[in-house]
C-alpha cells in the first residue's frame, strides 16, 4: 500500500513522485539517466560494496543501488500521481471456542489475506477449512474488502466450519505438520521452501523488542562478563567453524507426536467413499499410543483400524473433531502441552525469521540433523509438486503464458505498474524455483529424456513445462568457437542478454523465462517453452537471423522494428550481413539471435549469447593489431572460447567516458572559434533561441546541463589517459542526468555505471569554479555546445556545425550531428560477411572495439585499484570482489590482470588485503573448474567419497590422502555393458580416486596460468598458504560455495600430516549454484534515490518519509524479504538514529540484520556490517552486553570470511575497543584499540587522519589507565598528524593539543603525589586524583566518528542560511552554471575530517 505522500504538490497535475526530487534541485543522485536497469549482476550493487571509509558512508548507500530501472512509462513525466488513501478499519473475528477478538484491515485487502491471519494467530492456527460469513452471508475470498456491501467498523465477521474435501483434509494435514515443524531448522540445512537461516536473536537473547528497554535491571555493568572467546581476540591464529553455527536452545523442539503418516490403508475403497471417508491417518503419540484416524467430510475421527486389519467404524470414543488439534489434545495429553507451548514460542519469533525468501539461499555448513518420519515429505518426493501445485487448478503451471502475460499488463499509473512488477517478480521467482527443481532431476537421473536414443550428453529434457539442456556442445554446433568450452559459457552469456532486454521491456518483445543451473558437474540451461516450438523443425520456425552463424541469414520487418528500440539502451547498431546468396540482409542484434513467432502470435528472440560486443583482449584476430595499452600487457590473449564479450556496465562507462570527451573537443573549439572572431560578435543569441526541434537523440545529448566543470580541463585531454581517465569517467557519471524537464521523451541512453559514480574522482567544487574563471569564456562556450548538439543541425551556422561533425568523429559517434555510439556485435564473428559498401563502416566499428578494449585496461582497471587505495571499494570476499569487477565493466577472466597490476602498483603494501582476496579467488575458481569435470565420472553412490577426497587433495596437508572407495558388497561383481542412455549424472568410472594432492595443485598451477594467465609457483596447499598468506577455512569456505558442497560443521584439521581432514561422513549434501534474472521495482527505486538525494542535502525529514515510501512500494513488489528492502531498511536506521530515535532505529536495524541473515546468508560481508550497525544501536540504547555480543560476532564472521588483515577490521576493532573502554575493560579494550591502530597505520598510510584518531582513542585508554606517559605519546603522535594535514588554527589541531595539555597536567599531578609518598611514608598528605571512567555519552561520541556519523547543532539562524544557499544553487543549477557538488552537500551524514 502506498501510504501518505503529502510532500507532493496537489497542485501540479504532472509532477510524479519520481520528479519531485529533481525539482528540488538535487545533485546526480537522483534520476540517472537510465532508463531501465543495468544490473549485470544477480543481486543488487549494494551487496558489494562494503565501504570502508565510514566518512563517505553515505555516497555508498546512495550508490549502491544504482542499478535500479528507471520508469517503464513512455511519458513518465505526464503521470498523475495516484495517492492510494490507506484508511484502515478495525473488524471483529468470532471464531468458534474464542473469544471475538478485533483485527485491523485496509480496505484493498482480500477476504483471503483474513484466512491467512487466522492461520498464523496462536489461537485459531490449527483452522484451515473455514468461510468468513458477515450477516450470514458467505464472503468470497477473492473479493476485496472495499467491495464487499455492508463491511465496515466495527463489523463482526464469524468463523464458521465448513465440510472438508480430498484436497481441503491434505491442506489441514500439510498446514498442521507445518505448525509442528515451524521452529525446526532442518528445512534450512536442505535448502527448501525457501527456508534459510538467522542466528541473530542468539545474540540478542529474543527480540529487541519493547522499544530496547527490556532487562535492564539496576547498573548493567555488574552484570556483563566482557571477555571474547579466545578465538576472537587480536592476534589469535585458530578458525573454529562451529561458533558459525551457534546453537539455538529452541530448536531443540519439544516432542509433541511420534509419528504422524498417511496410512497404508489409503485410499478409502469405494464403499467407505460413501460414507464420506477421504483419508486415512496414522499416528504414534508421545505415550506411544498407536492410533489410526479417518479424515472424514465432518472432521476427523478414531476408526478401528491397526496395522493389519482394517476396520473403518468409529471407535468408542471417536472424539469427532473438525481440527486435527482438537482431536489429538483429547487422546494425548503431552501433545496437548507441548503444542502449546510450541505455539507460543512460535508466535514470539521474529516474523523474518520465519517468512520464505523469494529465492532459495544454500548453507555450506550445517550440523547432523535427526532423519525423522514426514509424511509430507516423503509425499512431495514422490509428486511432481512443485510449492503447492495441486492447489492450483490446471495442475502444471503454463511457465511461459505466465511469464509473458504478466510482461503485458498495463503500466500506465502508479498502482499499475506496482501490480505488473509485482506479478513479474513472483512468477520469476517460482519460474528459479521450479527450474532449479527440474534440473536436480534431470541429472539425478530422474526424467526421461525427449531423445533418449541418443548418448548422455546430446540429451534433452522437458519437466514440468519447462524445457532442459545440457551444457554440452551438441553436434558440433560450436566446434567453430571452442567445442564444449563454448558451449559452457554460451548459457549465461545468454542469460545476460536475457537480463538486458527484459530491462529494456520494449512492449511486444519477448523473452523466453532462463534459468542456468550448476549441480553435480553439469550445466544445464532452463527454458520456458515458445509455444508450437516443439511441433515444427527450427528451420521453418526461424523468421529472423541466423541458425548456422551466419552462413544463411533472414530477417523481418517487424523483428526490425522492435529490435530498434532496444537499440539506442543497449548500443546496438543496426547493420546490414550477406547471406549465402551474398544478398544484403539488414539486422538489428548478432546474426545467432533468432527471432520467433510462436503460436500465440508473439514476437520471441533467443540465442540472445552476443547481445554485448566481443572483448578483443581475449580474442586474437590475424592481420588486427590491438592499441599499445592492450600490447605492454601482453594482450590479446588465446581464450578457451570465442564469446568471450565485453560487459554491459563497462559499455555504459565507455560510453559515458566518450561524451565527455565529446563536450570537451566541442567546448575547446568552440572557444577557439569564439577567440578568433571575437572582434565580430556571434550569432550565438541566436543559436540559443533556436526552436527546439529534438530528434531521435535530443533527449540523450541534452542531457548533461550540469557537465562538471572540472571535466573540461583542456589538461585532461592531453594528459596520459591512465591517470586523467578514471576522474573524467566519475565526473561522467555524476554529470549525466536528465535535467531537461521538458523533454516529455525520457532519455533511453542505458543506464549509468554504478562503480564509476563511487571512484570519487569528483574533485571539490572550489577548483572547478576557479578553473571557470581562469579559462573566459568557458562556461558560455560549453552551453552553446550543449544548444549545438541539441539541434538536429538545422539553423546552425555551417562553422559550429563543423564543430560538432569533428567531434563526432573524433569519439567514433554513428551520426554527424549528435553524440551517439553503438556496437555492431557482428564484427569479428566467424562466418559472418558484410556488403563492400559498409566497408569504412564496419573498419570504423573495429577500432570503437579496439579502443573499448584498451580502455577496460587503461581505465577501468587502474580504477579499480584506485578505489581500493582509498577505501571507496572495499572487497571482503570472493563474491564482493567479483561485483566490484563486474559494476566496473571487468570481467572475472581479467582477474590475473588485476593481479598483475596490483603487484606493479607502488602502493602494493596498502593493497595487501585485496591481492590476497583475488589470490584466494582465483585459486578456488581453478579449483572449481577441475572439480566440474572430477565430477561428471563420478556415479552416485560414491558421490561423498569423491567430494571428500577432493576436499582433502586441495585443502589437507595429509600427502598420501587416498579416496575410499565405496564399500565392495555395493559394487555389481559383472560390470555391466556400456549402455547407451545412461543418465546424465551417473559415470561410473572411479578414475577419481587416483586423484593425489601434488597432481591436483599442479593442474591448478596450470589453469591458472591457461585461463588467467598468472603464474602460481606453488606445489602444495601449505605452500599456498606461506605464500600468500591464505586460510585454509576461507579456502573451504569459497570452494564450497562455488561448487555447492555442503558441509557437516565440526573442527577441521587442516594441518594434520596423519590424517585427512575430511571423511566421506562429513559430506552433507551438493547443491544447485544458480544464476536467474533479477526483476527490480522500478518506482520504488526511484523514491528511494529521491530519498537520497534529500537526505544529502540534509533534508533528513522529508528523505526519510521517501525513503519509507520506497520502503513500503518495495514490499508491495517484492513481499517482505529482498536486498533491496534490506539496504531500504538500513538506511532508515541510520536516519532515525541520526534524528535521535534510537529505539526506533534499533528495530529498523535489526530487521536489516534478519533480513541479510535470510537473503544473503549468515556470513556475507553485507551481513557483517549490519551486525556492526545493529550493535552501534544498541550501546546508544544502552544495552552494552548485546552491543558487545554483536561486535564479537561481526569480528567471528570477518576471522572466517577473508582474516585479520584487513582495512575494515581496524573498524570493528576500534568498535569493540571503545565500548569495552566503556565498561571499563582497560586492558582488553587496549589489545583491540591497538590492533586497530596498526591496521589503520598499514592501509591508511602513518600520516591519515583515521591513524591520529586511532592515537586518540588509545591515549584515552592509557588516561584511563593512570599510565600518562604512554597517553601522552599516543596523543603527541595524533597531534602532529592534525598539524601536518590540518593546520594549527583547525579545531581537530585545537582539540588535541588541549588533550595533550590536560594530560600533561594529570602526569604532573601523579608524579607529586608519588614523591610525595616517597618522601614522607604512610603519613603522606595525598591529594585525591581524578580517575574517570569515561562517561557513556563520550564513549558514544567516540563511536559516531568513527562509524562516520556526526550531528551537526544547526542553530535556527544556520537553518536558514542554509535553505538560502540551497535555492541559490538550484536557480544556478537551472540556468546550468554550476556543477551541483555531489559530495560535499551531505549536511548531517558526512563526518567532516577531510579523509585523506
Avoid at 112 to 117: A, C, F, G, L, R
Avoid at 294 to 304: P, V
Avoid at 948 to 966: I, K, T
Avoid at 1308 to 1325: C, D, F, P, W
Wanted: overall charge negative; proline content about 5%.
Amino acid at each position: 500500500m502506498v501510504s501518505k505522500t503529502d510532500d507532493i504538490p496537489a497542485s501540479v497535475p504532472d509532477c510524479n513522485p519520481v520528479d519531485l526530487a529533481d525539482e528540488a534541485g538535487d545533485g546526480p543522485e537522483t534520476r540517472r539517466t537510465s532508463e531501465k536497469d543495468s544490473c549485470c549482476c544477480g543481486h543488487s550493487a549494494d551487496t558489494a560494496m562494503v565501504n570502508g571509509d565510514r566518512a563517505h558512508e553515505h555516497t555508498e548507500e546512495a550508490e549502491s543501488k544504482q542499478d535500479g530501472e528507471a520508469d517503464g512509462g513512455e511519458d513518465s513525466n505526464e503521470q498523475e500521481v495516484i495517492v492510494i488513501q490507506d484508511t484502515g478499519f478495525t473488524v471483529k473475528i468470532q471464531a468458534p471456542g474464542t473469544e471475538p477478538f478485533d483485527l485491523q484491515v485496509s480496505p484493498q485487502e482480500m477476504v483471503q489475506e483474513i484466512h491467512q491471519v487466522l492461520m498464523d494467530r496462536e489461537d485459531t492456527c490449527h483452522r484451515t477449512c473455514f468461510s468468513l460469513q458477515l450477516d450470514g452471508n458467505v464472503l468470497d475470498n477473492f473479493a476485496e474488502l472495499k467491495s464487499i456491501e455492508g463491511l465496515q467498523e466495527g463489523s463482526l465477521l464469524k468463523v464458521v466450519e465448513e465440510p472438508y474435501t480430498v484436497r481441503e483434509a491434505r491442506i489441514h494435514v500439510r498446514h498442521i505438520r507445518d505448525l509442528l515443524k515451524s521452529l525446526d531448522p532442518s528445512d534450512a540445512y536442505n535448502g527448501v521452501d525457501c527456508n534459510s537461516l538467522s542466528f541473530l536473536s542468539i545474540f540478542t537473547d529474543g527480540d529487541l523488542g519493547d522499544s530496547g528497554k527490556r532487562k535492564k535491571k539496576g547498573n548493567e555493568l555488574e552484570q556483563i562478563d566482557c571477555t571474547p572467546p579466545e578465538h576472537i581476540l587480536p592476534g589469535s591464529k585458530e578458525r573454529p567453524l562451529v561458533p558459525l553455527q551457534p546453537q539455538n536452545k529452541d530448536w531443540k523442539p519439544t516432542q509433541c507426536l511420534k509419528v504422524l503418516t498417511m496410512s497404508g490403508w489409503n485410499p478409502p475403497p469405494g464403499n467407505r467413499k460413501m460414507h464420506g471417508d477421504l483419508m486415512y491417518l496414522y499416528i504414534v503419540t508421545v505415550e506411544e499410543r498407536h492410533v489410526s484416524l479417518t479424515a472424514s467430510t465432518r472432521g476427523f475421527y478414531l476408526n478401528q483400524s491397526t496395522t493389519y486389519t482394517f476396520n473403518p467404524k468409529p471407535a468408542n470414543p471417536s472424539f469427532l473433531s473438525h481440527s486435527l488439534v482438537e482431536l489429538l489434545s483429547q487422546i494425548s495429553p503431552a501433545f496437548k502441552k507441548n503444542f502449546t507451548a510450541l505455539q507460543k514460542k512460535r508466535v514470539q519469533r521474529h516474523p523474518f525469521e520465519r517468512i520464505a525468501t523469494p529465492f532459495q539461499v544454500y548453507s555450506w555448513t550445517a550440523p547432523q540433523v535427526d532423519h525423522a518420519m514426514d509424511c509430507v515429505r516423503a509425499e512431495d518426493a514422490y509428486t511432481s509438486r512443485l510449492g503447492y501445485e495441486e492447489h492450483i487448478p490446471g495442475q502444471t503451471r503454463d511457465w511461459n503464458e505466465e511469464l509473458q502475460t504478466t510482461r503485458e499488463l498495463p503500466r500506465k499509473n502508479l498502482p499499475e505498474r506496482l501490480l505488473r512488477e509485482r506479478a513479474i517478480f513472483k512468477v520469476h521467482s517460482d519460474f528459479a524455483a521450479a527450474a532449479t527443481r527440474g534440473a536436480m532431476a534431470v541429472i539425478d537421473g530422474n526424467v526421461m529424456a525427449i531423445n533418449p536414443g541418443e548418448e548422455t550428453k546430446m540429451q534433452m529434457f522437458i519437466w514440468n513445462n519447462i524445457f532442459f539442456s545440457l551444457g554440452f556442445d551438441v553436434r558440433d554446433h560450436y566446434r567453430e568457437l571452442g567445442g564444449d568450452a563454448a558451449a559452457h559459457a554460451a548459457p549465461t552469456n545468454d542469460l545476460n542478454g536475457v537480463r538486458a532486454y527484459g530491462a529494456v521491456d520494449v512492449e511486444g518483445l519477448y523473452t523466453l523465462g532462463t534459468v542456468v543451473v550448476d549441480y553435480r558437474g553439469y550445466r544445464v540451461t532452463a527454458q520456458s517453452i515458445i509455444p508450437g516450438i516443439l511441433e515444427r523443425e527450427q528451420e521453418q520456425s526461424v523468421i529472423y537471423g541466423s541458425i548456422d552463424f551466419g552462413k544463411t541469414v533472414v530477417t523481418h520487418s517487424k523483428y526490425l522494428e522492435l529490435l530498434d528500440k532496444t537499440s539506442r539502451p543497449l548500443k546496438v547498431q543496426k547493420h546490414s550481413v550477406l547471406n549465402e546468396k551474398e544478398e544484403t540482409v539488414e539486422l538489428c542484434s548478432s546474426v545467432e539471435c533468432k527471432g520467433i513467432i510462436g503460436n500465440d502470435g508473439r514476437h520471441y528472440i533467443l540465442d540472445l549469447l552476443r547481445t554485448f560486443p566481443p572483448d578483443l583482449n581475449f580474442l586474437p584476430v590475424d592481420g588486427e593489431e590491438l592499441s599499445p595499452e592492450s600490447q605492454r600487457l601482453g594482450l590479446p590473449r588465446q581464450h578457451r572460447h570465442r564469446l568471450a564479450c565485453l560487459r554491459q556496465e563497462l559499455i555504459e562507462a565507455f560510453v559515458e567516458h566518450r561524451y565527455l570527451l565529446f563536450m570537451k573537443m566541442a567546448a575547446l573549439q568552440l572557444m577557439q572559434q569564439k577567440a578568433n572572431k571575437d572582434s565580430i560578435k556571434t550569432d550565438a543569441p541566436a543559436i540559443t533561441e533556436t526552436s527546439e526541434t529534438p530528434t531521435e537523440s535530443s533527449a540523450d545529448t541534452a542531457r548533461t546541463q550540469t557537465t562538471a566543470a572540472e571535466s573540461s580541463n583542456p589538461a585532461d585531454v592531453s594528459t596520459d589517459s591512465t591517470s586523467q581517465s578514471d576522474s573524467s569517467t566519475s565526473a561522467a557519471s555524476q554529470t549525466a542526468l536528465e535535467s531537461d524537464e521538458n523533454s516529455s521523451k525520457p532519455t533511453t541512453n542505458g543506464p549509468v555505471d554504478p562503480a564509476a559514480t563511487q571512484n570519487g574522482g569528483c574533485k571539490s567544487p572550489l577548483e572547478g569554479k576557479e578553473l571557470e574563471e581562469s579559462i573566459p569564456g568557458l562556461a558560455q562556450a560549453k552551453e552553446l555546445a550543449e544548444t549545438l548538439v541539441a539541434e538536429d543541425g538545422s539553423g546552425i551556422d555551417p562553422k559550429s556545425r563543423e564543430v560538432v561533425l569533428n567531434a563526432c568523429k573524433a569519439v567514433g559517434s554513428i551520426s554527424n550531428t549528435s553524440f551517439d555510439i553503438r556496437f555492431n556485435p557482428d564484427i569479428f564473428s566467424p562466418g559472418v560477411s558484410f556488403p563492400e559498401d559498409s566497408a569504412e563502416d564496419v573498419q570504423k566499428q573495429k577500432q570503437l572495439l579496439k579502443d573499448t578494449a584498451a580502455f577496460l585496461v587503461s581505465c577501468q582497471i587502474p580504477s579499480l585499484v584506485k578505489d581500493c587505495l582509498d577505501h571507496s571499494a572495499l572487497p571482503m570476499d570472493g563474491a564482493t570482489l567479483t561485483e566490484a569487477l563486474h559494476q566496473r565493466g571487468i570481467n572475472v577472466r581479467y582477474l590475473g590482470t588485476v593481479l598483475e597490476f596490483v603487484d606493479k602498483t607502488p602502493a602494493k603494501a596498502q593493497l595487501e588485503h585485496f591481492y590476497r582476496i583475488g589470490i584466494t579467488e582465483l585459486i578456488t575458481r581453478c579449483a572449481k573448474h577441475i572439480f566440474k569435470t572430477y565430477l561428471q565420472g563420478v556415479e552416485l553412490s560414491a558421490l561423498s567419497a569423491a567430494v571428500s577426497h577432493f576436499l582433502n587433495c586441495f585443502l589437507s596437508s595429509f600427502p598420501d590422502a587416498v579416496a575410499h572407495l565405496p564399500p565392495d558388497e555395493l559394487v555389481s561383481r559383472r560390470k555391466s555393458r556400456k549402455r547407451r542412455n545412461r543418465v546424465p549424472g551417473g559415470g561410473d568410472n572411479t578414475a577419481w580416486a587416483s586423484l593425489t594432492p601434488s597432481e591436483l595443485w599442479k593442474n591448478i598451477a596450470s589453469e591458472a596460468k591457461s585461463y588467467y594467465h598468472f603464474t602460481l609457483q606453488c606445489e602444495s596447499v601449505d605452500q599456498v598458504v606461506e605464500k600468500y598468506g591464505l586460510q585454509k577455512i576461507t579456502l573451504l569456505r569459497e570452494i564450497s560455495i562455488k561448487t555447492g558442497i555442503q558441509i557437516l560443521i565440526k573442527e577441521c584439521n587442516f594441518d594434520s600430516r596423519h590424517k585427512p581432514a575430511f571423511t566421506e561422513e562429513d559430506i552433507l549434501n551438493i547443491f544447485p549454484v544458480v544464476k536467474h534474472v533479477n526483476p527490480k521495482a522500478s518506482d520504488a527505486f526511484h523514491f528511494f534515490q529521491s530519498g537520497q538525494a534529500k537526505v544529502q542535502q540534509g533534508f533528513l525529514k522529508e528523505g526519510c518519509e521517501l525513503i519509507n515510501e520506497a520502503l513500503n512500494l518495495f514490499n508491495n513488489v517484492y513481499g517482505a524479504m529482498h536486498v533491496e528492502i534490506c539496504a531500504c531498511l538500513r538506511l532508515l536506521a541510520r536516519l532515525n538514529y541520526i534524528m535521535g530515535d534510537h529505539p526506533e532505529a534499533l528495530s529498523n536495524q535489526q530487521k536489516a540484520v534478519l533480513m541479510s541473515e535470510r537473503v544473503l546468508g549468515i556470513e556475507h560481508p553485507n551481513t557483517i556490517q549490519e551486525y556492526m550497525h545493529l550493535a552501534l544501536y544498541c550501546f546508544a540504547n544502552g544495552q552494552l552486553s548485546t552491543a558487545l555480543k554483536l561486535l564479537y560476532r561481526a569480528r567471528y564472521l570477518m576471522l572466517l570470511v577473508c582474516g585479520e588483515d584487513h582495512p575494515e577490521m581496524a573498524l570493528i576493532d576500534s568498535n569493540i575497543g571503545l565500548v569495552l573502554h566503556g565498561v571499563m575493560e582497560y586492558d582488553l579494550s587496549l589489545r583491540f584499540l591497538e590492533n586497530s591502530l596498526t591496521n589503520n597505520t598499514k592501509y591508511h598510510g602513518p600520516r591519515s587522519l583515521k591513524v591520529a584518531l586511532s592515537h586518540h582513542l588509545v591515549a584515552r585508554v592509557y588516561e584511563s589507565k593512570a599510565e600518562f606517559r604512554s597517553a601522552l605519546q599516543h596523543e603527541k603522535e595524533g597531534y602532529t598528524i592534525y598539524k601536518n594535514q590540518m593546520g594549527e588554527a583547525h579545531e581537530k589541531t585545537k582539540e588535541s593539543s588541549e588533550y595533550l595539555k590536560y594530560l600533561t597536567q594529570q602526569a604532573v599531578a601523579l608524579q607529586r603525589t608519588m614523591n610525595e609518598i616517597y618522601k614522607n611514608g604512610s603519613n603522606a598528605s595525598i591529594t585525591p586524583l581524578k580517575f574517570t571512567a569515561p562517561s557513556m555519552a563520550s564513549v558514544l561520541e567516540q563511536l559516531n566518528i568513527i562509524n562516520g556519523i556526526i550531528f551537526i547543532p544547526l542553530s535556527q539562524k544556520d537553518l536558514e542560511n542554509l535553505k538560502a544557499e540551497v535555492q541559490r544553487r538550484q536557480q544556478l543549477q537551472e540556468l546550468g552554471k554550476i556543477d551541483e557538488p555531489t559530495e560535499d552537500t551531505p549536511l548531517e551524514l558526512e563526518d567532516k575530517i577531510p579523509i585523506d
